[in-house]
Antibody, heavy 125, light 110 residues
Framework: VQLVESGGGLIQPGGSLRLSCAASGFTFSTHLMHWVRQVPGKGLVWVSGITKDGRVTTYADSVKGRFTISRDNGKDTLYLQMNTLRPEDTAFYYC???????????????????WGQGTQVTVSS | QSVLTQPPSASGTPGQRVTISCSGSSANIGSTTVNWYQQVPGTAPQLLIYGNNQRPSGVPDRFSGSKSGTSASLAISGLQSEDEADYYCSAWDDSLHGWVFGGGTKLTVL
């Protein structure tokens, strides 16, 4: 089971970047997926999540309207399109798989596992 | 400022038992389950506890989790030098409609 992010780099404020997360070793289409970011030396911050079929997406308020999460289940790949980037978006970006189980008509999370190795995004002029 | 509150640091000597607290509200911990992650500096986080107290396969039984009301705790018994890492709690927040994390607790093994 592996997740490998790519697409990070140095970008000027106001610019755009698309991150990719290639999944392998498991059935990608049966898992919710997420992006989490971390400023070096600081804590983890959830960015965005997407349902198994890609129909429902959720975002942190700090990126709503600027970032778009999507997935291609045929290519086993998760994406994060980041527009109108700001210096405060500078961070290490991780993708993560969320497990869940359903019982009695309700589904329960089994946490984010695994995480990719991350990709660095630096927004600076 | 993180939605979930953790102490910034904790410490213990080898063999000791250490607990890390995580305080939230009725919108998150009080209404759903808590997950814990371990992050060794320079590496990606790893799932340590899910569903308040369940250990993924491969996680030693020295690690245990509990929840009461709007707070949760992670306990590490028989502390080992390899446990030195940052620990994060996490839960879904019904008000924010998103996942929230604690600010992290840096565990030092003296």
């Amino acid at each position: 089971v592996q997740l490998v992010e790519s697409g990070g780099g140095l970008i000027q404020p106001g610019g755009s970047l698309r991150l990719s997360c290639a999944a392998s070793g498991f059935t990608f289409s049966t898992h919710l997926m997420h992006w989490v970011r971390q400023v070096p030396g600081k804590g983890l911050v959830w960015v965005s999540g997407i349902t198994k079929d890609g129909r429902v997406t959720t975002y942190a308020d700090s990126v709503k309207g600027r970032f778009t999460i999507s997935r291609d289940n045929g290519k086993d790949t998760l994406y994060l399109q980041m527009n109108t980037l700001r210096p405060e978006d500078t961070a290490f970006y991780y993708c993560a798989r969320e497990g869940d189980y359903c019982s009695g008509g309700r589904c329960y999370s089994t946490g984010f596992d695994p995480w990719g190795q991350g990709t660095q995004v630096t927004v600076s002029s | 400022q993180s939605v979930l509150t953790q102490p910034p640091s904790a410490s213990g000597t080898p063999g000791q038992r250490v607990t890390i607290s995580c305080s939230g509200s009725s919108a998150n911990i009080g209404s759903t389950t808590v997950n814990w992650y371990q992050q060794v500096p320079g590496t990606a986080p790893q799932l340590l506890i899910y569903g308040n107290n369940q250990r993924p396969s491969g996680v030693p039984d020295r690690f245990s989790g509990s929840k009461s009301g709007t707070s949760a705790s992670l306990a590490i018994s028989g502390l080992q030098s390899e446990d030195e890492a940052d620990y994060y709690c996490s839960a879904w927040d019904d008000s924010l409609h998103g996942w929230v994390f604690g600010g992290g607790t840096k565990l030092t093994v003296l």
